[in-house]
């Protein structure tokens, strides 16, 4: 079965810290990782994604790190605000062109305090 | 506002009863996802359609159905409810990304409680 594997379930980061959400997968043909954001009563949003021929992605304060070899994925959210509090989902899929069916982590609920 | 039109917002129905979630894609997007959103899960995928036709199946309970119209909104038909299906049902269309992959847009999901 593909799974994505992502962890913590929650996290709470104080104002300006780095928040890190990891997820690790198994199936080797996914070759596309995106990273939704879910603020409450809003559906999934794409935050950023990356494809398995770079090692790391960056956009503002958000950054996928990738490493192909241990098949895991995370993000890092430099000087996490309060706005940055929502539901974060890792994906992956493995099907290109008009069929790619996205397989989502369970989600880490993130929190960043004063 | 993402593009993607999902009505109902919520819906309070009986064990038993069928009820039918309807999704409008992003202008100019042939794809259409539907997922379900349980508390404390994930997004478990339940089918897809493109342009019409059915491309990929998950998690779907025979109970469950879904169709693609020539205008090419969606509905999601839940039949036979019973307490389990209470969840958030998103739908998202999908178009092509700077990244050559799809990109999936949800809308705003029909939070469906059965009583």
């Known amino acids: 079965q593909q799974q994505v594997k992502q962890s913590p379930q929650s996290l709470i980061v104080q104002k300006g810290g780095i928040s890190i959400i990891n997820c690790a997968y198994e199936n080797t043909a996914f070759d596309y990782f995106p990273w939704y954001q879910q603020f409450p009563g809003k559906g999934p949003a794409l935050l950023i994604a990356i494809r398995p021929d770079v090692s790391e992605k960056k956009e503002g304060r958000f950054t996928i790190s990738f490493n192909k070899s241990a098949k895991q994925f995370s993000l890092h959210i430099m000087d996490s605000q309060p706005g940055d509090s929502a539901t974060y989902f890792c994906a992956a899929s493995s099907s290109p062109g008009t069929a790619s069916k996205l397989t989502f982590g369970t989600g880490t609920r993130l929190q960043v305090t004063l | 506002d993402s593009g993607v039109t999902q009505t109902p917002k919520h819906l309070i129905t009986a064990t038993g009863q069928r009820v039918t979630l309807r999704c409008s894609p992003r202008?100019?997007?042939?794809?259409v996802y539907w997922y379900q959103q349980s508390l404390d899960q994930g997004l478990q995928f339940l089918i897809q359609y493109y342009n019409g036709e059915e491309r990929a199946k998950g998690n779907i309970l025979e109970r469950f159905s879904a169709q693609q119209f020539p205008d090419l909104h969606s509905e999601l038909n839940l039949s036979s409810l019973e307490l389990g299906d209470s969840a958030l049902y998103f739908c998202?269309?999908?178009?092509?990304?700077?990244?050559?992959?799809?990109?999936?847009?949800f809308g705003a999901g029909s939070r469906l409680t059965v009583l």
């Open positions: 998202a269309s999908a178009g092509p990304g700077r990244s050559g992959a799809n990109v999936l847009t």
């Open positions: 202008s100019g997007d042939l794809s």
